[in-house]
């Protein structure tokens, strides 16, 4: 595909645009701040949003990467695929050997620059169930992280919006669990695929195995219904959204690109008071030191949080002090509890022409289609990839319940999640394909995000422990059979040609899973919230660091346990509680 010379007055214009309200070095900083945030994802955006919605509140946002700016990639939304990894918008991180997937490290994608990884993600927008969410209250001890408490604020993050073409997607939402009036993008399909009929045929030929839902993101998910994603009128919506240039010409807020914070240190001021942030100013610049009057506040991760923690010395002493890393608060609870959904995928080939298979093979088709894309927003680039979701539970009578314990949040909670897809990226040279991603979405396993440097830089090392708990590849494995068996339904007659792996034992099925495995990369819980009096966990449910003073934590790392859902809906709201929690902190700038 033909990108450069399409995109040469785009990227222009936008570069201008960013230019205009950006800082464009540290030299235009203001002599002080009351609050510095560090990263431009989804928990740091929205953060510095709501924070300098208060003409009172000077807030500086810091962000490691660029603008991502102009790039087609990102914006179009079925482009999602090529983002990641080995790309310029990703941090490009890999685990350690797993030894559940065979000694293989397989990717771990992070994004960096403005829109953090809801710029790289695949976009699909789900907030997990009640029960879901209702454990983050059990575990902080704090009701206000429940449900009832959180869904205020996810609708208010959401700007739900129609696909551009105005069909009918009466019975694809329910209105009254959204949000219409927010800053991030949220839609049901833009455009139809050629297997829609059959999937939602399934639900209807099936109905007590595969039943249809309406809306997965009213706090009941289990079934199969239309996909939401973070999708505005055709194009990606990220947490760039908050940084929209009507919100960056605010005088009280300024954002520095090419800021990667290594440590936060302390002032001075009094013992353990973290007001300060040591970072490097351009991509080869030197470590220069800047103080918030109030607040730091990390948003950096469930990757990066937990490794600028223990650079700053509050970690795990027994990994700190061989490095050589002062010990300013020993908590071993940084970087531990990482949990993340682990699948594969099964693809078959197909008796059918129409599927997207042919645009990555064609450049024309590809250009043509860039083009109405560009011109209208319509199209079959308009959408993820996939227009339906499903949620699914292993069965009541499973073996495996007689001697494991369920790690769903309830019985309303699904095991497993499938993504039905349209053809498989990237594509073989011919033929034409249906691709099923197979996830575990309640996993038992646990890793952590740890150090072997002193250098803040570094690569940090990355060990989510995939499939190391035995329910978690049994998931998977019922997964893929639960998989063969909704192609098998007569919605399907004559689509299928073969699979293209023969899978028949449960044996070859493991090893298969084992062989194919990834990370969802949707990684939670390393820098856990906890009850204000435990002594575990990282934050306390007002998101500051335990036994220190002036620091606080944003973002997925927070996130006492992972949804069975995609995460960034997740982040969107807790920064719009965070928000809250912060202004009610400091009345006399937020009141007055």
Known sequence: MK??????????????L?????LKDSSQLKESYDFIVVGAGPGGATTANRLSESANAKVLLLEAGGANDGELAIDVPQLCVTLTPNTPWDWNFTTVPQAGLNGRSPP??????????????????????????????????DESWGWDGLLPYFKKSEKFNFPVDGHNVTGRYTPEVHGFDGIIGVSVPGAARAIDSRVIAVTEEEPNQFPFREDMN??????????????????????????APHY??????????????????????????????????????????????????LSTGSVHTPVILMHSGIGDAKVLKPLGIPVLLDNPSVGQNLTDHVGCSITYEVNSRKTLDNIWRDDALMDTLVAEWKAHKTGILVDTSENHVAWLRLPEDDPIWENTTDPASGPTTAHIEFLFQNGVYPTKDSGNYFNLPVGAVSPASRGFISINSSDPFATPLIDPRLLSEPIDLHVVREGIKT??????????????????????????????????AVSFFHP???????????????????LLVKGVRGLRVVDASVVPRLPA??????????????????KAAYPEIFQS
């Open 18 to 22: 960013s230019a205009a309200v950006i």
């Open 483 to 516: 998989g063969h068996r909704f192609v098998r339904a007569r919605a399907w007659d004559g689509y299928f040609i073969r699979p293209l792996a023969r899978l028949e034992t449960d044996a070859e099925i493991e090893k298969y899973i084992r062989e194919n």
């Open 565 to 582: 859902a995609h995460t960034s809906a997740a982040v969107y709201g807790v920064a719009e509680k965070a928000a809250d929690i912060i």
């Open 248 to 297: 960056l010409s605010r005088p009280n807020l300024d954002v520095l690109l090419h800021a990667r914070v290594s440590r936060v240190v302390n002032t001075g001021r009094e013992k353990l008071a973290l007001h300060s942030v040591e970072f490097q100013d351009g991509l080869e610049g030197k470590l220069k030191t800047l103080t918030a009057s109030k607040e730091v506040i």
């Open 3 to 16: 990108h450069a010379q399409c995109l040469v007055a785009l990227t222009a214009a936008l570069a201008r």
């Open 108 to 141: 771990f994608p992070r994004g960096i620059g403005l829109g953090g990884t809801s710029a790289v993600n695949c976009l699909v927008y789900t907030r997990g169930t009640k029960s879901d969410i209702d454990t983050w209250a059990s575990l902080t001890g």
């Open 524 to 542: 939670v819980a390393t820098a856990a919230m906890s009850p204000a009096d435990a002594d575990w966990g990282v934050v306390n449910p007002d």
């Open 218 to 243: 009213s706090g009941e998910h289990l079934g199969i219904g239309w996909a939401q994603a973070l999708i505005d009128r055709g194009v990606r919506s990220s947490s760039k959204a908050y940084l």
